[in-house]
């Protein structure tokens, strides 16, 4: 049997199986009933590996041995197999969110804590700083500095970028909102910019600018800035490269610098 390796790539990585678990598993299904020695022959995963293989799938509940010899095994209907992943993957997050709350009020927490107070002290501030790659884990550090955001927050960004923005931190940008967090936004606005802008009911301050002075930065504070290098058009996501400072003195004064043209930007209705 040849199965195309692209699909078997694509197999793997869905179901989390290694290169002879979805060998194995892709010949069963198309056999529906083998044993051992003849899923080794059609899958051409050596014999002594298709023994533990099987074992594995079948803990994994995608197989089913069956009584008798020669011992045989029985494929599981793909759609079965799809709900048990999920149950298992939601079950082992769970039990992993469940394990960090635990560390999270007990003492290793507080000793973590007390090591980072403690090193983050002898830190140099211009050592404050550094270079962030992929668009995720941009993404994830701009989730830590607004969630920590205290008074204000300052945001330059694209068209395609700000529907991006607000696909993740919507919710986020609500939730400060509530608790009186400035918020300002500018953007070129186009239709697209405006159906998003309809979900926060006119809670958002978002201003129109120039598609020429598209910018990618956040300022937050005044004090930590976040800086795209790139538009975000013309790199891939994983290929995004962001620079982050912590320095009030060139956030503020870039802060100051932005608040004094706010009000001579046109408004979004």
């Excluded at 079948?58 to 799809?82: H, N, Q, S, T």
């Excluded at 002290?121 to 205290?150: C, F, M, Q, W």
């Excluded at 600018?209 to 013309?234: A, E, Y």
């Amino acid at each position: 049997m040849i199965i195309k390796e692209d699909f078997l790539k694509k197999l793997r990585n869905a179901f989390d199986l290694n290169i002879y678990e979805g060998k194995i598993w892709t010949a069963l299904l198309s056999k529906g009933l083998a044993s051992a020695g003849e899923l080794s022959e059609i899958s051409n995963v050596p014999r002594s590996r298709s023994y533990d293989v099987l074992e594995s799938l079948e803990k994994k509940g995608f197989i089913v041995m069956k009584l008798g010899k020669p011992i045989k095994y029985l494929a599981v209907d793909p759609k079965e197999v799809m709900l048990r992943v999920k149950k298992g993957l939601k079950t082992e997050t769970d039990e992993k969110i469940d394990s960090l709350e635990k560390v999270k009020t007990g003492e290793t927490f507080k000793e973590l804590e007390l090591l980072y107070k403690h090193g983050i002290e002898h830190v140099d501030p211009t050592s404050l700083s550094g270079v962030i790659k992929g668009r995720r884990n941009i993404y994830n550090h701009l989730d830590s500095i607004l969630r920590n955001a205290k008074k204000s927050i300052i945001i330059s960004t694209s068209n395609s970028e700000f529907i991006d923005k607000v696909n993740h931190f919507g919710d986020l940008f609500k939730k400060l909102n509530s608790k009186n967090i400035d918020i300002k936004i500018v953007v070129n606005v186009d239709e697209d910019v405006k159906k998003v802008l309809k979900q926060f009911n006119g809670d958002l301050k978002v201003r129109n600018i120039p598609k020429n002075l598209s910018s990618r930065f956040i300022l937050v504070d005044g004090k930590d800035i976040v800086f795209m290098i790139s538009d975000d058009k013309d790199v891939h996501e994983d290929y995004d490269i962001a620079i982050w400072a912590s320095t009030p003195f060139f956030a503020s004064a870039m802060e100051n610098l932005f608040n004094s043209n706010w009000e001579k930007l046109s408004k979004v209705n």
